[in-house]
């Protein structure tokens, strides 16, 4: 790995982390729609425009990165030389109205943005459930940390604690988007079987649920859907540095035809289908879509 990446990858992490209890800052008020749509196509909470602004402010400013994307943000804002990192500032974001998990996903890419997984870096989202966690994948594997929230100079500031590494056990449990209505035959197929072999565990935000796969084990998938062939998650900043994660912890990736890493997106909002999860099941997955 490039050393100069290496070392944005890990100050980027940093900066997400910190800056990790001011987006939560932004929860309580920021859970009602603003009535536009982002350049990804989906209403917009005041609450992802916050986490967006905050991020972009840190992330742009950081020196070693020279391209930054985000779901919020129409192009790939260009700040200079480096690697490109790519952010879905609050995955799940309809979360709140229930109040459910949510987080920040990231993709840290040594090559100009939009380019495919295989140029990550490194890759990591942190996780607001009743903890804060974030899990960071690099060149020498998966670490899931405890952010706790310190008194720092900006004011509130995560700081990581309890380092633990983590690999992904035997398959226990499945999520998957979309609806069987829309679902394609050979996809409802494949999921008649899992739903005989493994236990159902959904909540609705992709870092909640692919959380859950990386600790228990099993599939996680937003497939291609009979109207949208492309299914509904981003290439860039959902589906690839999700792929890298679980990759890194033993587990395989799929667009349904070969890794989520080979994906060449069509753009910075490129969909994708996305299936992630143990190698066995994905290769089964793949058999049948
Ligand atoms: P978002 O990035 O606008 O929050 O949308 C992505 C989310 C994912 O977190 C999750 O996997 C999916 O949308 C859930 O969609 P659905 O409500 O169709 O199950
Ligand atoms: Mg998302």
Redesign the pocket.
């Known amino acids: 790995m490039n050393v100069d990446a290496e070392e944005a990858f890990e100050a980027v992490v940093d900066e997400v982390v910190k800056t990790a209890p001011r987006i939560a800052d932004g929860f309580a008020d920021g859970r009602t729609y603003e009535g536009d749509e982002n350049p990804?196509g989906?209403e917009v909470l005041g609450a992802d425009l916050h986490a967006n602004r905050l991020l972009k402010e840190c992330i742009t400013d950081l020196e070693g990165v020279g391209g930054f994307a985000s779901?919020e943000e129409e192009g790939v804002v260009d700040c200079g030389d480096g690697v490109g990192v790519a952010v879905?500032p609050?995955?799940?974001?309809?979360n709140l109205v229930t109040n459910n998990p949510?987080g920040v996903i990231l993709g840290v890419y040594d090559a100009p943005l939009p380019s495919p997984g295989e140029g990550l870096v490194g890759a990591g989202y942190v996780l607001f459930g009743p903890l804060t966690t974030a899990v960071v994948a690099d060149g020498d594997g998966v670490v899931e940390y405890v952010v706790e929230t310190e008194r720092g100079e900006e004011g509130a500031e995560g700081v990581r604690v309890d380092e633990r590494e983590l690999t992904l056990p035997e398959p226990t449990v499945y999520g998957f988007?979309?609806?069987r209505e829309n679902w394609t035959d050979g996809f409802a197929g494949f999921a008649d079987e899992v739903e005989h072999e493994l236990k159902l565990r959904y909540g609705?935000?992709?870092?909640g649920?692919v959380n859950q796969v990386l600790h228990k084990g099993g599939i996680f998938a937003?497939p291609a859907l009979r109207e949208r062939p492309q299914g509904?998650?981003r290439t860039l900043f959902?589906g690839a540095p999700m792929a890298y994660i679980i990759e890194t912890a033993g587990g395989g990736s799929s667009d349904g035809e070969g890794s989520l890493l080979e994906r060449e997106p069509d753009g910075v909002h490129d969909r994708t289908p996305v299936y992630l999860g143990n190698e066995t099941v994905i290769e089964r997955l793949e058999e049948e879509v």
């Open positions: 990804s989906h779901e879905d609050l995955d799940g974001s309809s949510a988007g979309g609806g609705g935000s992709m870092v649920d937003y509904k998650l959902e």
